[in-house]
């Protein structure tokens, strides 16, 4: 008696080969070669009857029947693992893996205080952990969890809140010395300001702000312009050549080292949002729960 599902592997070969682009990606992100991955999907073909892919020399495209043969089976591989991650932290020691993108920001000075009880505790759990800034989509890239900060789109997604993080100014010294003080907020345009591009926009971030009890959003303009990592203004400002907004957690360590003082502090104060966020429609494992738990303070 023949196994019904004997051919899963050939099916997983064309979900990867549609999801990379190419057999010679698909190859690398399976350890093989593209000419194996060529006769796994031409053996999947026959079985169903149907012409799955368009193969020409400089592309690969889905033709219908594939379409719909590739969301079915991304949703049947959904269920598959939806059963793994409820069995996962089934036991009395919590096991499984957490896949979870950070940005730089969060990463480097908030995250690592918060994951040590939480590996300390539940060493068996695997966290794979990527830090950028770019937003990653969590459904088509496998991400159990991911760490937003400010406000959150009407994506869908679900979020939880993990704290609300003050902003400040701050700038070296030795700028403060050579340019003074600004005493208002229209004062900053006669100073070096570092403005930051944000990926998500391609805009400058606004600077967010208080003066005389209103919120005030006003955008920085200057010679020295930062895309991709946020932690870049902060370096150019310690190094003399101006003035940049950041979290309130990374400026505070700064201040009380000498290394920066904080500008314009009455116009300071005002917030923004980090969440952590997971798709609704994905079971989270245990591990993942513990892990949203761990992060948000909660008891574990």
Same mark, same amino acid.
């Given at each position: 008696?023949?196994?019904?599902?004997?051919?899963?592997?050939?099916?997983? %070969?064309?979900?990867?080969?549609?999801?990379?682009?190419? @057999?010679?990606?698909?190859? *690398?992100? #399976?350890? %093989?070669?593209?000419?194996?991955?060529?006769?796994?999907?031409?053996?999947?073909?026959?079985?169903?009857?149907?012409?799955?892919?368009?193969? %020409?020399?400089?592309?690969?495209?889905?033709?219908?029947?594939?379409?719909? +043969?590739?969301? &079915?089976?991304?949703?049947?591989?959904?269920?598959?693992?939806?059963?793994?991650?409820?069995?996962?932290?089934?036991?009395?020691?919590?096991?499984?893996?957490?896949?979870?993108?950070?940005?730089?920001?969060?990463?480097?000075?908030?995250?690592?205080?918060?994951?040590?009880?939480? =590996?300390?505790?539940?060493?068996?759990?695997?966290?794979? #952990?990527?830090? %950028?800034?770019?937003?990653?989509?969590?459904?088509?890239?496998?991400?159990? #969890?991911?760490?937003?900060?400010?406000?959150?789109?009407?994506?869908?997604?679900?979020?939880?809140?993990?704290?609300?993080?003050? @902003?400040?100014?701050?700038?070296?010294?030795? +700028?403060?010395?050579?340019?003074? @003080?600004?005493?208002?907020?229209?004062?900053?345009?006669?100073?070096? =300001?570092?403005?930051?591009? @944000?990926?998500?926009?391609?805009?400058?971030?606004?600077?967010?702000?208080?003066?005389?009890?209103?919120? *005030?959003?006003?955008?920085?303009?200057?010679?020295?312009?930062?895309?991709?990592? *946020?932690?870049?203004?902060?370096?150019?400002?310690?190094?003399?050549?101006?003035? =940049? &907004?950041? +979290?309130?957690?990374?400026?505070?360590?700064?201040?009380?080292?000498?290394?920066?003082?904080? *500008?314009?502090?009455?116009? =300071?104060? /005002?917030?923004?949002?980090?969440?952590?966020? +997971?798709?609704?429609?994905? /079971? #989270?494992?245990?591990?993942?729960?513990?892990?949203?738990?761990?992060?948000?303070?909660?008891?574990?």
């Amino acid at each position: 008696m023949s196994r019904r599902f004997d051919h899963l592997g050939d099916v997983e %070969t064309f979900v990867t080969v549609v999801e990379k682009g190419s @057999m010679t990606a698909g190859a *690398v992100a #399976l350890a %093989t070669t593209p000419s194996v991955l060529s006769r796994a999907i031409t053996r999947l073909e026959a079985r169903l009857g149907v012409q799955l892919l368009r193969r %020409t020399t400089r592309r690969l495209s889905l033709t219908e029947q594939g379409r719909l +043969y590739l969301e &079915q089976s991304r949703a049947a591989f959904a269920l598959i693992d939806d059963a793994e991650r409820a069995m996962q932290g089934q036991g009395d020691e919590l096991t499984g893996s957490v896949r979870l993108s950070v940005p730089t920001t969060y990463a480097h000075h908030r995250l690592p205080a918060l994951l040590q009880p939480f =590996c300390t505790r539940h060493p068996q759990v695997r966290v794979e #952990l990527n830090i %950028t800034n770019r937003n990653v989509d969590l459904v088509a890239e496998g991400y159990d #969890l991911a760490i937003r900060m400010g406000p959150l789109p009407d994506s869908g997604l679900v979020g939880r809140q993990l704290e609300d993080a003050p @902003m400040c100014l701050l700038a070296a010294p030795d +700028y403060v010395a050579r340019a003074g @003080m600004p005493a208002r907020i229209g004062d900053l345009a006669q100073h070096a =300001c570092l403005p930051f591009v @944000m990926p998500s926009t391609g805009r400058v971030a606004p600077w967010i702000l208080q003066e005389d009890g209103r919120d *005030v959003d006003w955008t920085p303009h200057g010679s020295l312009q930062v895309s991709d990592d *946020v932690l870049g203004v902060v370096a150019l400002a310690l190094s003399g050549l101006g003035i =940049c &907004q950041t +979290y309130d957690f990374i400026a505070r360590p700064l201040f009380a080292q000498g290394r920066a003082v904080e *500008v314009l502090a009455p116009a =300071c104060g /005002r917030s923004r949002p980090v969440s952590v966020i +997971y798709a609704p429609h994905r /079971r #989270l494992s245990s591990a993942s729960r513990a892990l949203i738990d761990a992060l948000a303070g909660a008891p574990a």
